[in-house]
C-alpha cells in the first residue's frame, strides 16, 4: 500500500512511502472494504480508507469524511508529507488543529509537477490563517514528493494513494492503510525528520500566482464533479 510506482524517477528521484501487509486476512479485508461490505472501523489495528466510484460514485467521499474525523481528532500533533494540496475542507481541517494548539508538520515540494501554484497557496494560507506560530512547520522540498502520508499524535497512519485533492477526495479510485501502531508511526516520522532536515522551511508568506492557483483549483473542482448531461 502507497504511492511508488514502478519508474527510475521513483526509485531514484521521489520522496514517497509504500508499506506490505502480509496475510489473507488483510486482503480479505481489503476486498470488503472496496465493495462497500464492510464500514471503516477506526478501532481496528488495521483497516482501509477507500474510495470506490463504483460504490460511492463521485463526489461523496466516505474516505474523506474519515480522513477529516482523524486530523479533527488530533490532540498533540499531525505530521503529514503530501505530494499534492489544495482541497478546502482539508485545509480548514489543518487550520483549526494548529488554531486548537495542534503542532503540524507539512512536507510537500517546493515546485510540483501538476497544480504547482495551487499546492503554494495552500501552503500560504496555511501560515496566513494560523498567525504561523512556532508549532507549524511548512517546508518545501526541492526533490518531488510523491508521498501521501498522515501521522496523527505518533500513533495511527494513514498512507497510500490519496491526495489533500478534490480528485482525490471524490473524482478518483482511492485506497489507503490505516494503521494504530506506535512503532510504525515513529519509523514514518523520523523518516520525515529526514526529509525536513533537507527542506528548505518557510518564513514568512509562500510567493505563488494566484491566477494560476484558481485556475488549478476550478479545473480541479469541475473534474472531480463533472457535470451529468
Not at 500500500?1 to 519508474?7: D, K, N, W
Not at 494560523?130 to 517546508?139: C, K, N
Not at 505518533?154 to 471524490?170: E, K
Not at 494503521?179 to 532536515?197: F, G, K, T
Amino acid at each position: 500500500m502507497g504511492g511508488v510506482g514502478v519508474g527510475d524517477s521513483e526509485r531514484l528521484m521521489n520522496l514517497d512511502f509504500m508499506i506490505e501487509l502480509d496475510g489473507a486476512a488483510y486482503v480479505e479485508r481489503y476486498r470488503a472494504r472496496d465493495a462497500g461490505k464492510a464500514a471503516f472501523d477506526p478501532g481496528r489495528a488495521v483497516d482501509f480508507l477507500v474510495h470506490a466510484v463504483a460504490v460511492n460514485g463521485r463526489g461523496d467521499c466516505p474516505l474523506l469524511a474519515a480522513r477529516l474525523r482523524l486530523l479533527a481528532s488530533a490532540q498533540s500533533r499531525i505530521t503529514v508529507e503530501m505530494a499534492y494540496l489544495g482541497d478546502p475542507r482539508v485545509t480548514d481541517a489543518l487550520v483549526d488543529a494548529v488554531n486548537r494548539g495542534v503542532a503540524l508538520t507539512l512536507v510537500t515540494g517546493t515546485r510540483s509537477n501538476v497544480i504547482p501554484d495551487l499546492n503554494l497557496a495552500t501552503c500560504d494560507a496555511l501560515l496566513r490563517r494560523t498567525g504561523a506560530p512556532p508549532r507549524l512547520r511548512v517546508v518545501l522540498h526541492g526533490k518531488p514528493v510523491h508521498s501521501k502520508l498522515i501521522v496523527i499524535d505518533g500513533a495511527i497512519v494513514d498512507l497510500g494513494s490519496t491526495n489533500f485533492t478534490r480528485l482525490s477526495h471524490g473524482g478518483y479510485d482511492e485506497v489507503d492503510v490505516y494503521v494504530r501502531d506506535a512503532e510504525l508511526a515513529q519509523v514514518l516520522e523520523d523518516a520525515v525528520e529526514r526529509h525536513v532536515a533537507g527542506g528548505t522551511l518557510v518564513e514568512g508568506r509562500v510567493p505563488f500566482n494566484r491566477l494560476h492557483a484558481a485556475l488549478e483549483s476550478a479545473v480541479a473542482t469541475r473534474q472531480a464533479h463533472p457535470k451529468t448531461t
